[in-house]
């Protein structure tokens, strides 16, 4: 059984930094794409960062340069560094994971919010 478990979220000011994993079991972690999405209510899940199977990473625009992706294809496990957060990064974050061809598999969310 596909289980990806992020690390709870939490409450932040802004300008602040916090730093969300993900844990996967029941895949070949090593093959797939990872990923960070977020979603506001009544909004669509938007991609956040992206981080191949050979380690490079991509972002959205709205995160360039204050969020960091990475993975550690020993532990199975994602990572999201976020730094100078800004109010407007308050959502709820998901990770998942996708080889091409294949379906997402989702993690549960974690809940951020960013304090003005």
């Known amino acids: 059984q596909v289980q990806l478990v992020e690390s709870a979220g939490g409450l932040v000011q802004t300008g602040g930094s916090m730093r969300l994993s993900c844990a996967a079991s029941?895949?070949?972690?090593?093959?797939?794409?990872m990923y960070w999405f977020r979603q506001t209510p009544g909004t669509q899940r938007e991609l956040v960062a992206a981080i191949s199977t050979g380690g490079a990473p991509s972002y959205a625009d709205s995160v360039k340069g204050r969020f960091t992706i990475s993975r550690d294809n020993s532990k199975d496990t994602v990572f999201l560094q976020m730094n100078n957060l800004k109010p407007e990064d308050t959502a709820v974050y998901y990770c998942?994971?996708?080889?091409?061809?294949?379906?997402?598999?989702w993690g549960q969310g974690a809940q951020v919010t960013v304090s003005s």
């Open positions: 029941g895949i070949i972690f090593s093959i797939k794409t």
């Open positions: 998942a994971a996708k080889r091409t061809g294949e379906q997402y598999y």
